[in-house]
């Protein structure tokens, strides 16, 4: 049962990331996802999130319009599309699956807005 991010790196205010999670070990279809970020001195807070069948999605004011989740459930994969990305926006980036047997947490990917 894992949650492996990837895609986390250094961004100019103004650009754009594509994180990737990774999951294996579950049923991640069965699986509402959501993308969580801690910046430093900070409490983890919720990005977006995403239900089981990818209709329906749910985004922090903070991101709304610049942010994009989605998922593909063939490749059980959950993705955050980061564009017009701000210094703000610099945390490590986690990614949580919450179902019917398992929360799980993956290990987290940086990431950093400067110019």
């Known amino acids: 049962v894992r949650l492996v991010e990837s895609g986390g790196g250094l961004a100019q205010p103004g650009g754009s990331l594509r994180l990737s999670c990774a999951a294996s070990?579950?049923?991640?279809?069965?699986?509402?996802m959501s993308w969580y970020r801690q910046a430093p001195g900070k409490e983890r807070e919720l990005v977006a999130s995403?239900?089981?069948?990818?209709?329906?999605?749910n985004y922090a004011d903070s991101v709304k319009g610049r942010f994009t989740i989605s998922r593909d459930n063939a490749a059980n994969t959950v993705y955050l599309q980061m564009n017009s990305l701000k210094p703000e926006d610099t945390a490590v980036y986690y990614c949580?699956?919450?179902?019917?047997?398992?929360?799980?947490w993956g290990q987290g990917t940086q990431v950093t807005v400067r110019s």
């Open positions: 949580y699956a919450n179902g019917d047997l398992y929360n799980i």
């Open positions: 995403i239900r089981s069948a990818g209709g329906t999605t």
């Open positions: 070990g579950f049923g991640f279809s069965r699986y509402a």
